[in-house]
């Protein structure tokens, strides 16, 4: 069945260094791929997507490739910042009801 | 807009009661979902709805049942809680076919004792 691998936490940093979380998935179709993040308390926000593959997602300074060749979404932004603390989820939806298929997520600790 | 809200925010329950929990978006979204969260899991899905009046099973259904009498309500239920259930469940809708973004709730805490 269609699943989703994603690196194991806490990652911890300090602030301004670089992030990356890997993200791998297996899927039978032509899948979207998501990542969602969970700050403190809160319920998921979506934090980007890509449809089809080498699109490129983007949002508040994190990026993500669909790599089809590597079955790969990894997570990546350049300098953290604290408020990047939280919980990140890499997901797939292969159907059109769009239901989704989450990893186990990976929790960012970023200090000062 | 509230976008998406759940009711209660936590509760306890003991063995064999039973509870409804409530999921309201004020979105006008065609789809809403149910998942459960539990730790080193991420998020699985219970049962979803494609529209008023239809429901279909996720991933684990097993214990629960919804319904979605009104297009804005999706409400899960437990008919008898066991402690497997204890767990933190989110509410999701999203708009329709042909746009993927899910909009989550605030999550409710189940325990049971």
């Known amino acids: 069945g269609d699943s989703v691998t994603q690196m194991e936490g806490p990652v911890t940093l300090s602030e301004e260094a670089f992030l990356t979380i890997n993200c791998t998935y297996t899927?039978?179709?032509?899948?979207?791929l998501f990542w969602y993040v969970q700050y403190p308390g809160e319920g998921l926000q979506l934090l980007l997507k890509?449809?089809?593959?080498?699109d490129k997602g983007s949002n508040k300074g994190f990026e993500a490739t669909y790599r089809k060749e590597t079955t790969s979404f990894h997570l990546e932004k350049g300098s953290v910042q604290v408020s990047d603390s939280a919980v990140y989820f890499c997901?797939?939806?292969?159907?059109?009801?769009?239901?989704?298929?989450f990893g186990a997520g990976t929790q960012v600790v970023v200090t000062p | 807009n509230a976008g998406v809200t759940q009711t209660p925010k936590f509760r306890v329950l003991k063995t064999g009661q039973s509870m409804t929990l409530l999921c309201a978006q004020d979105?006008?979204?065609?789809?809403m979902y149910w998942y459960r969260q539990d730790p080193g899991m991420g998020l699985r899905l219970i049962h979803y709805?494609?529209?008023?009046?239809?429901?279909a099973k996720g991933e684990v259904p097993d214990g629960y049942n919804v319904s979605r009498l009104k297009k804005q309500n999706f409400l899960l239920g437990l008919e008898s809680a066991a402690p497997s259930q204890t767990s933190v469940y989110f509410c999701?809708?999203?708009?329709?076919?042909?746009?993927?973004?899910?909009?989550f709730g605030p999550g409710t805490r189940l325990l049971v004792l």
């Open positions: 999701a809708s999203r708009l329709g076919q042909g746009v993927e973004t899910q909009y």
């Open positions: 997901a797939l939806s292969v159907d059109s009801w769009g239901k989704l298929q």
């Open positions: 890509a449809t089809k593959a080498d």
């Open positions: 709805s494609v529209g008023e009046g239809t429901t």
């Open positions: 899927a039978t179709g032509y899948p979207s």
């Open positions: 979105m006008n979204h065609e789809y």
